[in-house]
Antibody, heavy 112, light 107 residues
Framework: EVQLVESGGGLVKPGSSLKLSCVAS????????MHWIRQAPKKGLEWIAL????????YYADSVKGRFTISRDNSKNTLYLEMNSLRSEDTAMYYC?????WGQGVMVTVSS | DIQMTQSPSSLPASLGERVTISCRAS??????LNWYQQKPDGTIKPLIY???NLQSGVPSRFSGSGSGTDYSLTISSLEPEDFAMYYC?????????FGSGTKLEIK
């Protein structure tokens, strides 16, 4: 059974950093591109980043480019999202996803 | 960026009814259009990929169609578990973008 389990969220102050993790199981992690998508409270979905299966290519939404970094460790079946210079508008539920599956999400709140 | 315009934003419907949700892209997306269902607890389930292909385990009452800039999701006969939010998404070009969502509600 495919499982994607996010962790690392929490309450942080504006300007601070946070690193999210997504542990994958039930499929060959190293064969799939992986995404991060977020949803601000009571808002729609926003795609924010994609990393290829072998980390050879990474793509970002303009709203996070230069502040967020997507990475992966295929030996640990884990996807990461390093978030720097956090702003109040980054407050959202963050989901990791692969083709056909999404995790349950992890909440990030940026507030002073 | 490609803008995705989804309609209607709210859709009251009854059990057993056939409903259609539309999604229009601001430019052609060559069938690179996906549909997702979100339940009130936040759980997101992929339904359809590449316009008309059902994800594994998705009931056959769901179907997708379209081409060019215009796409649609149809549910042939509504079941109680179908009342949820639905989103379209294009993955033809970066950044991938979502529609604003359709809330399918019980009439």
């Amino acid at each position: 059974e495919v499982q994607l389990v996010e962790s690392g969220g929490g309450l942080v102050k504006p300007g601070s950093s946070l690193k999210l993790s997504c542990v994958a199981s039930g499929f060959t992690f190293s064969s799939y591109g992986m995404h991060w998508i977020r949803q601000a409270p009571k808002k729609g979905l926003e795609w924010i980043a994609l990393i290829y299966y072998d980390s050879s290519n990474k793509y970002y939404a303009d709203s996070v480019k230069g502040r967020f970094t997507i990475s992966r460790d295929n030996s640990k079946n884990t996807l990461y999202l390093e978030m720097n210079s956090l702003r109040s508008e980054d407050t959202a539920m963050y989901y990791c996803a692969k083709e056909g599956y999404w995790g349950q999400g992890v909440m990030v709140t940026v507030s002073s | 960026d490609i803008q995705m315009t989804q309609s209607p934003s709210s859709l009251p419907a009854s059990l057993g009814e056939r409903v259609t949700i539309s999604c229009r892209a601001s430019q052609g997306i060559s069938n690179n259009l996906n549909w997702y269902q979100q339940k009130p607890d936040g759980t997101i389930k992929p339904l359809i990929y590449y316009t008309s292909n059902l994800q594994s385990g998705v009931p056959s009452r769901f179907s997708g169609s379209g081409s060019g800039t215009d796409y649609s999701l149809t549910i042939s006969s509504l079941e109680p578990e179908d009342f949820a939010m639905y989103y379209c998404q294009q993955d033809a070009s970066f950044p991938f973008t979502f529609g604003s969502g359709t809330k399918l509600e019980i009439k």
